[in-house]
């Protein structure tokens, strides 16, 4: 079982996980070529928890989804984007989580919701690392950080 969220209650009391994001740079490259790369880092997720699928794209966003791999509906487990924002000579890149649903278990009532476990993280964790490391590929010289959420 699983509960949605998507932050009605409060930043601060969502989980950790869904603070998380990525962060690109580029004097180099342009906010077309971000969003294509942004596109082709979602091509190569899928891990045993879930894989990444592009929900809509725009000029400087795309939205993406993951689905969950264990349910056998293949349901819908969080939504995040990456958007893009131009300033100063560069192109910023960032992402962040929309919306996303936390394990459920029988002791649920006794977890705070910063501790829960969001489903689809792990596909997410690795979205960011190959979205930095496509955006790496092109731009060497290109500054790319991440932020946990703790």
């Known amino acids: 079982m699983s509960v949605s969220a998507v932050g009605t209650r409060g930043w601060a009391a969502r989980p950790w996980q869904s603070k998380a994001s990525v962060s690109v740079q580029s004097s180099r490259l342009t906010a077309a ?7 082709e880092a979602s091509r ?30 293949g349901a819908e487990v969080m939504q995040f984007h ?12 960032r992402s962040s989580v929309d919306s996303f649903q936390v394990k459920e278990s029988g002791l649920a009532g006794l977890v705070s919701a910063g501790n829960k476990k969001i489903l689809g993280y792990s596909a997410y964790e690795r979205y960011m690392e190959v979205f930095g490391a496509l955006v790496s590929a092109d731009d060497p010289a290109a500054q790319v950080s991440f932020t946990s959420g703790k």
């Not at 070529?33 to 596109?39: N, P, T, W």
């Not at 190569?44 to 000029?59: E, I, K, L, M």
């Open 33 to 39: 070529r971000m969003v294509e790369l942004a596109v």
């Open 44 to 73: 190569h997720v899928q891990d045993d928890r879930g894989w990444v699928a592009v929900r809509d794209r725009g000029a400087m966003r795309v939205d993406l989804r993951i689905r969950d791999m264990v349910r056998d509906d």
């Open 82 to 93: 990456v958007e893009m924002a131009l300033g100063a000579g560069r192109v910023t890149a």
